[in-house]
């Protein structure tokens, strides 16, 4: 009954959270100035009279040659207002307005599209770097103060400290460019479990998954040291358990209680994907187009990836918590 109403209360504070970073957002971009960018063939005009029929501007005002010269913007209010109505009612989340490759197609359709790239490349590199982290972890508490921990907290110190971003710029130097064995770039098409399409994921994937195997291996190496030089670890032994079996009934299943939770959050949050990433790699995928929504000021765009990220990191969040409780049943969530 405790879980029932924490998990009730914390749905809740989520939608109050969704409802105001969205407000927020809407109320910025809305601030900007208009930046149209028309596709080949289409003129000004023709982009402001189709955003007046969207209600973004209103009252546009012709010369003589039929050229608009000027409009008036509708109050933000009056905007949002409309917008709620089109989502909640209708379910429009609108369609492209000022990205040229996709003006007039409907923004849930694009979305759709784009999405199976950002998927594919955080799962495998979940999966590649989830067992890696946690094996260098394991190995660095089991060996502490030794050489073996040594080398692997250099390695994760540096891998930490050092951007992603650094990690993508020598992967695509030295594997794709000198060594030549990955392309630069994604290879094009929607066959993406072909090994070629696969091969040329993986540099994309390598530069997301090397700071996942620093972080589980520091997380795993701070628990699983903390949980060995436990009382209840020494009261194993007393009984007759080998410093194996001890581990691995006992230490490695308490340490696991903290990390456990965040390896599930990590795979919840693999449809955030990385956004500066997949625009080096030149993934299709959901955060290339999010930035260049943001650069476009596509309205409609902006908003539905917008409200995208921020529900995909909200419910992270809430099921990392909940998980505490299912994991250890000592841990009662909403209980006093």
């Known amino acids: 009954m405790y879980m029932f109403k924490y998990i009730l209360k914390r749905i809740g504070l989520m939608l109050m959270c969704f409802a ?8 910025l971009i809305k601030l900007l100035p208009i930046n149209i960018q028309g596709a080949p063939g289409s003129t000004k005009d023709q982009l402001l ?77 979940t999966i ?18 030794k050489w073996q921990d040594h080398v692997i907290s250099t390695g994760v110190v540096v891998l930490i400290s050092v951007p992603s971003i650094v990690y993508a710029l020598v992967i695509m130097y030295v594997f794709c460019f000198k060594l030549g064995w990955f392309p630069l770039r994604m290879e094009p098409g929607y066959d993406y479990f072909s090994w070629k399409m696969f091969k040329s994921m993986l540099p994309a994937v390598f530069s997301l998954c090397l700071g996942s195997i620093a972080g589980y291996a520091r997380f795993t190496r701070a628990e699983l040291t903390e949980v060995l030089t436990s009382e209840f670890m020494l009261l194993a ?15 490695l299943r308490n340490a696991m209680v903290p990390i456990f939770p965040s390896i599930l959050s990590e795979f919840i949050a693999v449809l955030s994907g990385s956004l500066i990433i997949e625009q080096m790699f030149s993934i299709p995928g959901v955060g290339a187009l999010y930035l260049t929504s943001i650069n476009a000021q596509d309205y409609d765009f902006f908003m ?19 998980s505490y409780g299912i994991i250890d049943p000592r841990i009662r969530m909403g209980a006093r």
């Open 237 to 251: 032994r007393t009984k007759g358990l080998t410093r194996g079996q001890a581990t691995l009934r006992h230490a």
């Open 128 to 145: 590649i770097g989830v067992p890696i982290g946690l094996g260098l972890g394991i190995l660095a508490a089991l060996k502490k103060n």
């Open 49 to 125: 009279y189709e955003m007046e029929s969207r209600h973004y501007i209103t009252n546009l005002q012709y010369n003589a040659d039929g050229h608009i010269v000027g409009y008036d913007k509708v109050p933000i209010m009056e905007q949002l207002w409309s917008y709620v109505v089109r989502v909640f009612k209708y379910g429009d989340f609108g369609v492209g307005m000022t990205m040229p490759a996709y003006r007039n197609r409907p923004v849930l359709e694009a979305f759709m599209t784009r999405l199976p790239p950002t998927i594919l490349i955080n799962i495998y590199s």
């Open 304 to 322: 539905f990836l917008s409200g995208f990220y921020c529900l995909v990191g909200l419910a992270a969040g809430i099921i990392t918590d909940i």
């Open 20 to 27: 105001v970073i969205m407000l927020v957002c809407f109320v």
